[in-house]
């Protein structure tokens, strides 16, 4: 194990009927099949699988109360009740010549369940901040922890797998395929995360699943339709379903209602905060609207690289 208490398996390739793969950063990356095979799993392995049984599991298998045969691991510097943490996070970018900062040293504690935004003005590093909590950038420096286990050195298949399995995302712009109709576009995410074969053993509930979300977001009638045949707000609403699809632990929302008319942008809103209320899903959502903003339960203010209260 290394010290965040993620083992290291360095060969890649099937042992024990399993496939494991250490990564770059030696997180452990496991695949199980089975309960068995999950309850099997080192501590703090994170795990791949395909068995709808294993749905439910935490990604990341928790790590014993008390380890005896590892001195090297510490404990987490992320509160367990937490579940995304940001301590000391840095971020700069180097365009040729020059290093532009732009993080310098953001700390958050967002609580399962809850509902935050984070208001900046444009250009102030919101969707830099958004991306390093949702692994689709590295910091420079400082650690992000997702339920008390660090995520920022995760090898890329892990942070693959904690994206599409427990990470939803929504962006301005949607991000939709374009060749794709709103209901390939919701299903796309579990024809990566299942594998194409495990996708099409299972297909009609996973078509029945997506269509239900679809339908919750208002889209019901709108399934076959390509995102050139649907309006802004008809896309966020895809986008969405989409994001949900996996049954996320969290939402991660840049900037969702940026490119929509003021109405249309409350109605999203509407969707977020019943998400959140209804179903205890917990969202972070960057804006530079403090209207927008207002509708979250909490909200911090990204200036000068740091978070502070708004
Ligand atoms: P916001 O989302 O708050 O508008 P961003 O996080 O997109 O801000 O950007 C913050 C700063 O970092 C801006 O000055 C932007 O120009 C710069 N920046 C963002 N992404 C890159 C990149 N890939 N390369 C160089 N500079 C970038
Ligand atoms: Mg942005």
Redesign the pocket.
Known sequence: MNDHGLSLGRSAGIRDGRLRDGGATGAGVAAATSLDDYADLQRGEVALWSSPQLADRPLIVPRRAVVTDDRNVQPSAAPAETMLTARGVTKSYRRGEHVIPVLHGVDVDIRGGEFLAIIGQ?GSG??TLLHLLGTLDRPDDGEIYFEGHRIDNLSPAGRDVLRNRHFGMIF?FYHLLPEFTALQNVLAPLMIGNGLFTYLASRRRLRAQATELLDMVGLGHRLRHKPRELSGGELQRAAIARALVSQPRVLLA??PTGNLDQGTGEEIMRILRTLNREQKLTIVM?THDAAIAASADRQVRLVEGRLAQA
């Open positions: 444009s919101k969707s301005q840049d900037e960057v």
